[in-house]
């Protein structure tokens, strides 16, 4: 089982990042897939999840607008569009998947190692 997320950095305020998830051929045929996301000193925060099969994908409140989840099946590839970057979404990103669309971490399964994306302002 393997998820791996990538694609941080250091971007001004304002700026755009793309992240990527890498999963192992079982997992990424999960139903559901999120991205979550921890700031230093807080909990694991929801930042967004899909059901593919429904096309359903439920936004933070936060990020809607601005943050964009897609996959590429071909690449087995997860990705998370960030657009209009705020110094408050620097946090560690994780992706993982799960069975339901739920904003709470504990409901889903496997977790990755994080990437982390700092916003300067």
């Known amino acids: 089982v393997q998820l791996q997320a990538s694609g941080g950095g250091l971007v001004q305020a304002g700026g755009s990042l793309r992240l990527s998830c890498a999963a192992s051929g079982s997992i990424f045929s999960s139903p559901v897939m999120a991205w979550f996301r921890q700031a230093p000193g807080k909990e694991r925060e929801f930042v967004v999840g899909?059901?593919?099969?429904?096309?359903?994908?439920l936004y933070a409140d936060s990020v809607k607008g601005r943050f964009t989840m897609s996959k590429d099946n071909a690449k087995k590839l997860v990705y998370l569009e960030m657009n209009s970057l705020k110094p408050e979404d620097t946090a560690i990103y994780y992706c993982?998947?799960?069975?339901?669309?739920?904003?709470?971490?504990?409901?889903?399964?496997?977790w990755g190692q994080g990437t982390l994306v700092t916003v300067s302002s």
């Open positions: 993982t998947v799960g069975s339901n669309v739920v904003r709470e971490a504990a409901k889903y399964t496997y």
């Open positions: 899909t059901r593919w099969a429904r096309g359903y994908t």
